[in-house]
């Protein structure tokens, strides 16, 4: 399985990489957590979203985005960063409708 990511063993995986990883997914569960503590508390499935916690939605998950760009994991040369986990929150959590 390590293989397909382009490492070929287990020592190519250094310590830093690990805790890049587990930085990046911390920061995401922490995010989870706290957005829905403070966002979704009182807001129930059925009703539509309002324009303020669409916005809130926004801001919050652009702010996760960053932090996730600043935090990224690098692997053999690879930057990689979990910014689209911040857009995929962010399309999930918010419902639209097209004209």
């Not at 957005?35 to 916005?55: C, E, F, M, R």
């Not at 985005?65 to 399309?91: P, Q, S, W």
Request: glycine fraction near 6%; aromatic fraction near 12%; avoid cysteine.
């Amino acid at each position: 399985m390590l293989r397909l990511w382009g490492v070929d063993s287990m020592n190519d995986l250094s310590f830093e990489t690990l805790q890049d990883l587990i930085a990046n997914f911390s920061i995401v569960t922490a995010y989870l957590f706290l957005a829905s503590q403070v966002i979704y508390k009182d807001w129930n499935l059925g009703t539509p979203t309002t324009l303020y916690t669409k916005l809130h939605i926004g801001v919050l998950t652009g702010i996760l985005g960053i932090i996730l760009m600043e935090f990224t994991v690098k692997l053999n040369g690879t930057i990689l960063d979990f910014r689209h986990l911040a857009i995929t929150i962010a399309a999930l959590s918010v419902e639209f409708t097209l004209p």
